[in-house]
């Protein structure tokens, strides 16, 4: 396969509904794409900005299963964990997300995995949260920054495991 191309991610709220969509193309099959997410191993590498390490606690990737994480940047520490709902395998994710300074804001997150041809792969994350006002308060908090290099981080990965 050819070097790794600069793909966009978009991010995007749906207007007048407590939505965040987050549309990424990948340069590698959904398989591959799918296993970055939920190997433990391979997830702390690229989720969150550079400037973060991460260390996984909890990680029961089936439906039904848990998760728990934390992200630290030298005296700032931030813990995650969620539920899987459903798990299919190369396909879909389902899952909550909370983090600890916001026990109350737990959000509903779809991810799917769209074959793409040329080898490719298509993600398309769509996150549930109460509000519109906590919608906005996202949006505007950074998360781009850590979800464009994260993405970013993903994308240098898939291309080391060529």
């Known amino acids: 396969m050819s070097a790794t191309t600069k793909n966009e991610t978009r991010i995007e709220a749906v ?3 407590p939505v965040i969509r987050i549309i990424r193309e990948f340069d590698a099959p959904p398989a591959r794409v799918f296993r970055a997410w939920v190997d433990p191993e391979l997830f702390v590498q690229w989720i969150g900005p550079r400037s973060i390490d991460t260390t996984v606690e909890t990680w029961d990737v089936r439906t ?8 630290r940047r030298d005296d700032f520490e931030m813990g995650f964990y969620g539920s899987f709902h459903q798990v299919r395998p190369n396909e879909r994710i389902v899952q909550t997300w909370g983090f600890d300074a916001e026990p109350d804001a737990v959000s509903l ?7 793409l041809e040329g ?11 109460e509000s519109l006002e906590i919608r906005d308060q996202i949006l505007s908090s950074g998360m781009d920054v850590g979800v464009n290099e994260g993405y970013e981080k993903l994308d240098e990965l898939l291309a ?3």
Do not use: I
Request: charged share 20%; net charge negative.
């Open 15 to 17: 207007p007048d509904l």
């Open 64 to 71: 039904g299963g848990e998760y728990r994480y934390t992200a």
């Open 109 to 115: 997150e779809t991810l799917t995995f769209e074959a």
């Open 119 to 129: 080898g490719r792969c298509r993600t398309v994350g769509v996150s549930v949260v």
């Open 160 to 162: 080391g495991q060529q």
